[in-house]
């Protein structure tokens, strides 16, 4: 069984600047994904950028990087260069290689201009 | 880039009555989910489906709950008797196969609306 934990409930973060939403996790699984998910006001999920467990390099794509720390069970997302539409609420997610997804229960990022 | 495609956007429904919400996977995808999230809360699996069988769900999935490929390219959801508490935003995904690197693609969402 998976389970994942977002403790920040809200954050902020303005135009430009960079902010960096926490995630913590827990798997029995020795291979696993973790993804973070955003959904805007529109409520659709869109994939930010996901992370294979057995690789130690963090991933990264464009603005978005994560900094994984495997044995810390840490999946931390930073967002760099700050855009409106970042806007959202994000959604950490661990998933087996059945990939039946478990999400955290989100962080809601607003970015101030 | 193909993606996966969910009908009606918002389905409104009286306590009691039947709903089917309706979604089309990629197309050479083979794994379908359902995934369900309670306005405010997190999104919660529910079921997947594998050769057109149920290969595993969660306690949310009771007998009030039917997933069905009726033809090859729709996947759906039905709940027999709705209840005020089925509110919510339904999501459906797929993903191709069962390569690691494979990732579930989700859908816009369908939210329904018990009164």
């Known amino acids: 069984a998976q389970t994942v934990t977002q403790s920040q409930p809200e954050m902020s973060v303005q135009e430009a600047e960079t902010v960096t939403l926490s995630c913590t996790y827990d798997t029995s699984e020795s291979d696993y994904y973790l993804f973070w998910y955003k959904q805007p006001p529109s409520r659709q999920m869109i994939l930010v950028i996901r992370?294979?467990?057995?690789?130690?390099q963090n991933a990264t794509e464009n603005r978005f990087s994560v900094n994984f720390q495997k044995a810390a069970k840490s999946f931390s997302l930073k967002i760099s260069d700050s855009q409106l539409g970042d806007a959202a609420m994000y959604f950490c997610a661990c998933g087996d290689y059945g990939q039946n997804f478990v999400f955290g229960p989100g962080t809601r990022l607003s970015v101030l201009p | 880039e193909p993606e996966v495609t969910q009908t009606p956007s918002h389905q409104v429904t009286q306590m009691g009555q039947e709903v089917i919400l309706r979604c089309v996977p990629i197309?050479?995808?083979?794994?379908f989910y359902w995934y369900r999230q309670i306005l405010g809360q997190k999104v919660e699996f529910l079921v997947s489906f594998y050769n057109n069988e149920i290969s595993e769900k969660s306690e949310i999935f009771d007998d009030q709950f039917s997933v069905e490929r009726p033809d090859g390219s729709n996947f759906t959801l039905k709940i027999r008797s709705t209840k005020l508490e089925d509110s919510a935003m339904y999501f459906c995904?797929?993903?191709?196969?069962?390569?690691?690197?494979?990732?579930?693609?989700f859908g816009a969402g369908t939210r329904l609306s018990v009164l």
């Open positions: 992370q294979e467990a057995y690789k130690q």
């Open positions: 995904a797929s993903r191709r196969d069962s390569g690691g690197k494979n990732i579930q693609y």
């Open positions: 197309s050479n995808h083979l794994y």
